[in-house]
T-cell receptor, first 110, second 113 residues
Framework: NAGVTQTPKFQVLKTGQSMTLQCAQD?????MSWYRQDPGMGLRLIHY???????DQGEVPNGYNVSRSTTEDFPLRLLSAAPSQTSVYFC?????????FGSGTRLTVV | DQQVKQNSPSLSVQEGRISILNCDYT??????FLWYKKYPAEGPTFLIS?????DKNEDGRFTVFLNKSAKHLSLHIVPSQPGDSAVYFC????????????FGTGTRLQVTL
């Protein structure tokens, strides 16, 4: 039981490049979310999903796309990276009491 | 508009003493509250939670108190240990909205020897 697995752990992108942050969970959880953490701002919700085929926007969705084709996977796509997307990204899946988070992806856009 | 506020960015406490971390919220629809602990280069880990139907929840050294009228919750750690040094995030949710979490900005706790 690996919990929530995020890849890669680190990534450097050039402005305008695209990439996908991977997230997988093996707990058969329906609810999954993506958050970003920036200094002094806590964690902010980007997108979330309540089950396969169902996604919705969170607080800061601009510049990001998501899809949920399976219960296990919830990838986050950056369409055209911008320096403002430099952040630490966390994927989470919901348990009975709260959310279990992955270890994060540190993304730098130069 | 910051719906969940942690007004103390940092707190230093001696080992063995009580640590009290505070959190205020503005959204009256929030009905479930959580505390997460985060070490550097790791994801947040769940610590303790409380439903709005309760005013106190305990788990070992950790107790969360909720004052709904004041829209305030606090986390008490007794006794504090050096391993408790981390950033603590308060989070809140309206369980009718797919349980999206709204986080505070965090409080860095340092437990000194």
């Amino acid at each position: 039981n690996a919990g929530v697995t995020q890849t890669p752990k680190f990534q450097v992108l050039k402005t305008g490049q695209s990439m996908t942050l991977q997230c997988a969970q093996d707990m058969n959880h329906e609810y999954m979310s993506w958050y970003r953490q920036d200094p002094g701002m806590g964690l902010r919700l980007i997108h979330y999903s309540v089950g396969a085929g169902i996604t919705d926007q969170g607080e800061v969705p601009n510049g990001y796309n998501v899809s949920r084709s399976t219960t296990e996977d919830f990838p986050l796509r950056l369409l055209s990276a911008a320096p403002s997307q430099t952040s630490v990204y966390f994927c989470a899946s919901r348990t009975n009491y709260g959310y279990t988070f992955g270890s994060g992806t540190r993304l730098t856009v130069v | 508009d910051q719906q969940v506020k942690q007004n103390s960015p940092s707190l230093s406490v001696q080992e063995g003493r009580i640590s009290i971390l505070n959190c205020d919220y503005t959204n009256s629809m929030f009905d479930y509250f959580l505390w997460y602990k985060k070490y550097p280069a790791e994801g947040p880990t769940f610590l303790i939670s409380i439903s709005s139907i309760k005013d106190k929840n305990e788990d070992g050294r950790f107790t969360v108190f909720l004052n709904k009228s004041a829209k305030h919750l606090s986390l008490h750690i007794v006794p504090s240990q050096p391993g408790d040094s981390a950033v603590y995030f308060c989070a809140a949710t309206d369980t009718g909205t797919a349980s999206k979490l709204t986080f505070g900005t965090g409080t860095r706790l340092q437990v000194t020897l």
